[in-house]
Structures are given as structure tokens and as C-alpha cells.
């Protein structure tokens, strides 16, 4: 059982940042890999950034380095650190954990708004 608790969304200015926080809490599985999701209304839910316990990142194309994501092993804690926000990045984004890239558990997600 995995449970996710997402942080650090809100409203922002073109051009601005966020930074959005997940943290897992998982017993007994073991949290191997990380990764944020999003949704736009009207559009299909699509990868911003994932990331492997070991370091290992990727990325949406749509992100072109405007995006960071880090995890903390130790505390099962992901980081989405979003520069330079367009109008377009605005959704609901949401948190996903577990062992594998296909079996991930979700959070509830949070909503991020991109409006001047």
C-alpha cells in the first residue's frame, strides 16, 4: 500500500516558478522509482518528469530544461522544482511511486495555474 501526499501547487505568472513536493509512505513495498504526471483539461494525461531511485531522470519534451526533479531515497520525498512556467503547463499534476514504472500508485493530485 503506497499513500502520497502532494504539496506546493498553486497559482503563478508566466514566466514564474513552482515547486511541487510528493512524499510516498509505503509498507512494505519499497519505492524504486517516482514520477510526475499531468492533465490539461481537455487533454490526455501525459509524463512531465520521472525519476529512479538511483539518479536516473526523464523528461516530457514539452520541458526543455525548464524543468528539475530530485528524490531523497531516504525519506521517499520527490521534488519538482518548475522555472519559466508558460500558460500552457497548467493542470492538475500528479505524484506517482512504487517498485516499478508500471505499477505505480497516484496521488490525488494538485492543481497548478499558469495566468497572468
Known amino acids: 500500500q503506497v499513500r502520497l501526499v502532494e504539496s506546493g501547487g498553486g497559482l503563478a505568472q508566466p514566466g514564474g516558478s513552482l515547486n511541487l513536493t510528493c512524499k510516498a509512505s509505503?509498507?512494505?513495498?519499497?519505492?524504486?522509482?517516482m514520477a510526475w504526471y499531468r492533465q490539461a483539461p481537455g487533454k490526455q494525461r501525459e509524463l512531465v518528469a520521472r525519476?529512479?531511485?538511483?539518479?536516473?531522470?526523464m523528461y516530457g519534451d514539452f520541458v526543455k530544461g525548464r524543468f528539475t526533479i530530485s528524490m531523497d531515497n531516504a525519506k521517499d520525498i520527490m521534488t519538482l522544482q518548475m522555472n519559466s512556467l508558460e500558460t500552457e503547463d497548467t493542470g492538475v499534476y500528479y505524484c506517482g511511486a512504487g517498485a516499478t514504472f508500471s505499477a505505480l500508485s497516484w496521488g490525488q493530485g494538485i492543481e497548478v495555474s499558469v495566468s497572468a
Open positions: 509505503s509498507s512494505p513495498l519499497r519505492i524504486n522509482v
Open positions: 525519476i529512479v531511485s538511483g539518479g536516473s531522470t
